[in-house]
């Protein structure tokens, strides 16, 4: 509006002005050029407010900005967030909230390591079959998980820890996962989740919302990218579901060999699986570095105890916000393997070989892989 008023005063005052004498009344032709002046102000005047008002509405829509989508839908790029860990159906046409991330092939290292470090192959201890043999993970197709309330191993009361003491049934039978297989698929389920990271020296990061909205895997962070200047990289990386203890008693001092007095629990967090063998049988895998309390007392005691706990703190129900269950094993010493202090199977005591805790010698135990069978699961409490 105001670039037609400024052309049409201009041309006014040139064709007017300029074809006038001194004998001819101009008053009427200055009167309307003054006219149009003050209009001209005015619509000036009123265009900066109506930037000011633009501007103003424009911050108060940015500050209701929150997600990452809507900072790339205001730059001109719309997309959905897409939760990496919604519910997806399985094969057997089950609910699932979790994806399978249990290591293939010879990705050991992503999971274990030797003193930090444990490339495959490595330089000293040589590739992870040299320890663990060809069929280090199970490749089998995932059988049915079945009810996760329908009990694969009978509880046997007389059992130590087979009943909870706590709360018990009321309030945890319905919240426990008392069937194996569906345990099995929760023990080895992960959550996936994305953030932006400071970009280290040596990766390429972004530092420009532009960017940012055009990375792989934008859809599943919701967090608002900062633009400070400063380079990102979007991050992924996955946590376990839940969390896994194990719990073993000192009975015997560690040194001497001599009965406690006084029996002491020792209780771990470890990561574990829980497999079904081909006998039927359902055990779990664990690898220890050097000889600790929980390796020792498992081997000498031969009585694992694990517990299993998922905790959901946007629920209000006692039994809603608790899952889990707790396994009762014995050590399977033909399963159980040990290593030396160079991460070599120390002999008569690998993998196959049933031997006699009473005769390992503990001071050249620097690796322990434990296998324990599991005899009962058990409701949390």
Not at 235 to 261: C, F
Request: some cysteine; proline content about 7%; glycine content about 8%.
């Amino acid at each position: 509006m105001k670039k037609p008023l400024v052309l049409s005063l201009t041309c006014i005052a040139v064709l007017g002005l300029g074809a006038c004498s001194d004998d001819n009344d101009d008053s009427a032709l200055r009167a309307e050029i003054e006219r149009l002046t003050t209009a001209n102000e005015a619509l000036q005047e009123e265009t900066v407010q109506l930037q000011e008002q633009a501007d103003a509405l424009q911050a108060k829509a940015e500050s209701y900005i929150s997600t990452f989508q809507q900072q790339c839908s205001e730059a001109g790029v719309k997309f959905d967030y897409v939760d990496p860990n919604a519910p997806t159906v399985n094969a057997y046409g089950q609910t699932i909230l979790f994806a399978d991330a249990a290591p293939r092939s010879n990705d050991c290292t992503s999971c274990h390591t030797a003193g930090g470090s444990a490339p495959d192959p490595h330089p000293d201890y040589g590739t992870c079959t040299t320890c663990h043999g060809s069929d280090y993970h199970d490749d089998t197709p995932p059988v049915d998980p079945g009810d996760p309330q329908s009990p694969t191993h009978p509880i046997d009361p007389n059992l130590p820890d087979a009943l909870s003491g706590a709360s018990g049934d009321p309030f945890y039978e319905s919240s426990s996962y008392l069937n194996a297989d569906y345990l099995a698929t929760r023990l080895t389920g992960m959550y996936q989740y994305y953030e932006w990271a400071p970009a280290g020296e040596e990766e390429t990061g972004v530092t420009t919302l532009a960017d940012a909205c055009q990375l792989e895997n934008r859809q599943h962070i919701e967090a608002t990218f900062p633009t400070d200047g400063e380079a990102y990289v979007l991050k992924g990386y996955s946590n376990q579901m839940g969390v896994k203890t194990v719990v073993t008693v000192n009975k015997v001092d560690k040194d001497t060999g001599a009965p406690l007095l006084e029996e002491q629990p020792n209780t771990a967090i470890f990561g574990y699986n829980l497999t079904k063998g081909t006998d039927g049988k359902y055990r779990t895998t664990m690898n220890i570095m050097g000889g600790n309390n929980t390796c020792y007392n498992a081997v000498m005691n031969g009585d694992v105890r694990f517990h299993y706990y998922e905790y959901e703190h946007r629920l209000s129900g006692k039994a809603d916000r608790n899952k889990g269950a707790r396994l009762l094993g014995t050590l399977d010493y033909t399963a159980t393997s040990l290593s030396g202090l160079n991460y070599q199977p120390l002999p008569g005591f690998g993998a196959g070989e049933n031997f006699d805790p009473a005769d390992v010698p503990w001071d050249q135990v620097g690796m322990c892989t434990l296998v324990t069978e599991i005899h009962t699961i058990a409701p949390l409490g």
